[in-house]
């Protein structure tokens, strides 16, 4: 059974470095590209962050860029997402994405971030 499973949201507090995490589990993470989007209410699901299956490509949303960190560890079949710097817009539903390049992709279910002091 395929599951991502994102977890590390919350409420955090404007400024706070919060890190998500999103554990994979019955397919090869390995050969799987995967990002981070988020989805804020009443906005439609954003891409944030990407990197590739082997961890050697990033690639970030400039609203995000110099904030946020993607990294991924293959023998642990997770992927992060280090957030600093957290303002009240980045408030969202986070997900997490595995795809590869033939259009095959799953999602999870999601994690609830919250900015607000």
């Known amino acids: 059974q395929v599951q991502l499973v994102e977890s590390g949201g919350g409420l955090v507090q404007p400024g706070g470095s919060p890190r998500l995490s999103c554990a994979a589990s019955g397919f090869t993470f390995s050969s799987y590209a995967t990002r981070w989007y988020r989805q804020a209410p009443g906005k439609e699901r954003e891409f944030i962050a990407g990197i590739s299956n082997t961890g050697g490509v990033t690639s970030y949303a400039d609203s995000v860029k110099g904030r946020f960190t993607i990294s991924r560890v293959n023998t642990k079949n997770t992927v992060y997402l280090q957030m600093n710097s957290l303002k009240s817009e980045d408030t969202a539903v986070y997900y997490c994405?595995?795809?590869?390049?033939?259009?095959?992709?799953?999602w999870g279910q999601g994690t609830q971030v919250t900015v607000s002091s």
């Open positions: 994405n595995a795809a590869r390049s033939s259009g095959l992709q799953f």
